[in-house]
Nanobody, 124 residues
Framework: QVQLVESGGGLVQAGGSLRLSCAAS????????MGWFRQAPGKEREFVAH????????YYADSVKGRFTISRDNAKNMVYLEMNSLKPEDTAVYYC?????????????????WGQGTQVTVSS
């Protein structure tokens, strides 16, 4: 099992940047594929970015491609989401998720473990 704790959220003006972090517990973190999702009020949870267990493969939602970068440090049990050129529509609670067996990248049900989320608010 793995436990996930997100941090780094906050209030930022449009065009600004934030870096989210996800700290994972457990000795087998390097075997987990990791994802970032977000959920805005009244909307369904949506996929943002994914990184494979080795870090060798990444995948992004079209809405964030070119602006967000996902990365991981297996030695530190950490996953990061660097967010640049933020827009008001990026406002949401951002969640870190993990799975060992990857059936799907973009569906929340494909991930087994979730953090508690961190709020990102982008003002116009």
């Amino acid at each position: 099992q793995v436990q996930l704790v997100e941090s780094g959220g906050g209030l930022v003006q449009a065009g600004g940047s934030l870096r989210l972090s996800c700290a994972a517990s457990g000795r087998t973190f390097s075997s987990y594929n990791m994802g970032w999702f977000r959920q805005a009020p009244g909307k369904e949870r949506e996929f943002v970015a994914h990184i494979s267990w080795s870090g060798g493969s990444t995948y992004y939602a079209d809405s964030v491609k070119g602006r967000f970068t996902i990365s991981r440090d297996n030695a530190k049990n950490m996953v990061y989401l660097e967010m640049n050129s933020l827009k008001p529509e990026d406002t949401a609670v951002y969640y870190c998720a993990a799975t060992q067996i990857l059936y799907t990248i973009v569906v929340p049900g494909g991930y087994d473990y979730w953090g508690q989320g961190t709020q990102v608010t982008v003002s116009s």
